[in-house]
Each structure stands twice: as C-alpha cells, then as structure tokens.
C-alpha cells in the first residue's frame, strides 16, 4: 500500500473516501446530497445579527460548505478553521497583511511564486523588513533571528527545492516565529502542513485541487482560533471574498482530487524518468525521483510529490520549438489542470531561471500517450 492510500491515524478512512465525502452536510431527504450555490447579498435578519449568516461579504452557506471540506482534508479529525478567497494571491496577502505590522520582520523564499516580490515591494513600504533566503538546504533558518513569521513554499515553484518542515517549524516556534506554509503545489492529499506545526497552511485553489483551469480560489487553514480572526477581519476589509459559483465548483471537484492526484503523480513520475535520460535535458527536478536532491526530505513529509517536472533545454529557441511541437499539452501558465500543460517560465520574467527552463505539469491523460507525445516533440525541436 502506498502512503497516499493509507487511513490517517484515528479516522478510520482514506484519501479517497474523505475527499469524496467532504464538507457535505447531514443527508435531508429530497435534499441533493450537495447543495446549489447560494446566491445571495443579504439575508433576512428580523432583529438582533445573532444568527450565522447576515451579509454576503462575510459569509454564505456555500463557501460555508467548501471551507469545511477543506479543513477535513487539512487537517482530518482535527479542530481546524478554513477561510476561503477570491484567489490563492488573496488568501497569501490575507496572511501576511494581517499578522505584520511597521518594525516586525519577515522572512519570504527567493525561489518562490513570482509574485512573491510585488509582496516584498508592499511589505517593505508598510515599514515591515522583508528577509530571504532560498527553499533548499533550510536556507532559511540562516536569516530567521527575531522574525514575526517565516512564509515557506515547499515544493517551490517553479524550482522544486523542498525544505524540512519539522525541523524549520520546531527551531521557528522555540524563538515565537509563525510559520505559513504555501501547500499549492502538493495539496492537502500530499502533504499537511499543520500535522507537521505549521501555524497556517494556505493555497490556492486555481490549481491542482480543483484541477479544471476554470476557476480562481484561494484558502487560509489554521487550528488557531486567535490568529484566524484577524485573517477574517482582513477578507472583511478589503473583500476577497470567493463568488458562489466558484465555491460550489471548487467543493464538486475536491470529490475527485484523489482520483486525479493518483493519475496526475504518476504521470510526473513517469515523463520524470523519461527526460532523465535525454543528453539535452539539463536540471531535471521531480521530488519524486529517488536521486532528486530533495526526495530524501520529500520523502519524509509529502504523502504525494505531485504533478509538476521542472527541467532545461539548452536555449530560448529550442525550448519554444519543444512547446510548440506538443500536441497534447497547451502552452499555458498555471499548473495542476486534468490537462497537461507546459510553459517557457523565462517569458515573465519574475523567476531565476535560465531562458529554456520548462514548468511542465502533467495532466491526467493516458501516462503512454503524454510520454509518446514529449518524447516526438524533443525528437522534432532537436535541431
């Protein structure tokens, strides 16, 4: 049995049944088994605002019902307080605006999503000092002396480090450190920040937990009480708040992310052991595979290593002749999406990369038909 399929301690079920049962509400005959979104603005409110549901900006019963389902797959059997977001950047900004102030310090991965530096850019502004440090090698317990919060991103995107999260949670929290973590690219079926000591595991959910490229959502879970209420008070503020029909979408796909995460890990894996053997494959990342650098760590904390493969091809032109020459993978950005996509990171300039580096997420597709497919366009950009 694999660990992904394994039942997690003291809940009796596995991934598959969790995910598929998630944040449904007791059965009601006549009732769907999920209810439709709620559209609504306003609800009816004779007299005193005692009752759960009174503005449209601050609750509805739909995100009600996702957010609930996320915190199962969070944190299972656990007490757990999930936030829902318009987007995973809402939901990121939602953390660190809430818990920093003028003088405290913070400290943000180098290698991380790219718009991780219009953040610093905010941050410093506001008065707040703005650390970083690379993901690999627990860099960033280095620069982490006297920091408000430590915000990881493991894996990295789109590099693939992996950093220890037992060990950076534990020395963070013996100095008073928060520590977020960014689970997007594993989701809560690879890894679980809080059963590792995270105070917050964030995400967006645009990506591979809803995994149909159709919508923007983003979450914040916490088992703090304390610490999750001044996350709400900042979605009141400024309104980041998910549309219904966003959050009803997201909930129906949770039901099949453990049938996707299965199909999608492999297919990485298996395109991963493919590339490793092309002379013009260079930088080759997977935290899959048993000689990446990081799968020994990975290995210890992530339950699946995910859909995305990292890797270099020698120059700008030979990389855009590899992208145009798939026939079952878009040109897109993003990652995560039942269909495979693959896109140049370079042409946005926001990440360290060299100008062939390839961000390929790979998609649920017959595993031989995506390997046939990449291997024909390296064969035909190999000029």
């Known amino acids: 049995m694999k660990p992904g399929d394994n039942d997690t301690p003291g809940t009796g079920i596995g991934d598959g049944t ?12 006549y009732e769907p088994t999920l209810p439709g979104p709620v559209f609504a603005a306003h ?44 987007s995973g950047m809402a939901a990121i900004s939602a953390v660190l605006f809430s818990q920093l102030r003028a003088g405290d310090t913070v400290v943000l991965p180098t290698d991380g999503y790219q718009v991780l530096p219009l953040v610093r850019e905010q941050l410093t502004a506001y008065g707040v000092e703005v650390r970083t440090a690379p993901t690999g090698d627990d860099a960033q317990l280095g620069v982490l002396d006297g920091a408000k919060l430590l915000w990881i991103e493991t894996p990295s995107n789109p590099g693939l480090d992996v950093c220890d999260l037992r060990r950076i949670v534990e020395v963070a929290h013996a100095q008073g450190t928060l520590v977020a973590v960014d689970n997007t690219l594993a989701t809560p079926l690879g890894q679980r ?52 029909m966003e959050a009803w979408l997201a909930h129906r796909s949770l039901a099949t992310l453990h049938l996707r995460a ?53 120059t700008r032109a030979h990389a855009e002749r590899f992208l145009e020459a798939l026939r079952l993978v878009d040109d897109a950005t993003s990652f995560g999406g039942v269909r495979s996509t693959a896109e140049r990171r370079g042409r946005w300039g926001g990440d360290a990369v060299p100008e062939g580096f390839i961000r ?17 366009a390296l064969d035909e950009s190999a000029y």
């Open 262 to 314: 299965e199909r999608q890990t492999a297919n990485a894996l298996a395109l991963a052991e493919v590339l490793r053997g092309r002379p013009e494959v260079t930088g080759l990342r997977y935290p899959g595979l048993p000689d990446d650098p990081a799968h020994k760590i990975a290995a210890q904390q992530m339950r699946r290593f995910g859909c995305v493969v990292s890797f270099s091809l020698p």
């Open 43 to 86: 609800f009816h409110l004779p007299g005193e605002p005692t009752g759960p549901y009174t503005y449209g900006r601050d609750e509805n019963p739909t995100w009600t019902h996702l957010e609930r389902a996320i915190g199962e797959l969070e944190a299972p059997g656990e007490d757990v307080e999930t936030l829902a977001f318009a």
């Open 360 to 376: 390929f997420s790979a998609g649920a597709e017959d595993p031989q038909d995506l390997v046939a497919d990449v291997l024909r």
């Open 18 to 29: 969790r995910a598929v049962r998630a944040g449904l509400p007791e059965p009601v005959k």
């Open 193 to 244: 920040p809080l059963e590792l000591g995270a105070d917050f595991s964030v995400a967006s959910g645009t990506k591979m937990l809803t995994g149909h490229g159709d919508l923007l959502l983003g979450y914040v879970a916490s088992r703090d009480a304390g610490l999750m209420s001044s996350v709400r008070r900042w979605r009141k503020i400024v309104g980041a708040i998910p549309g219904p």
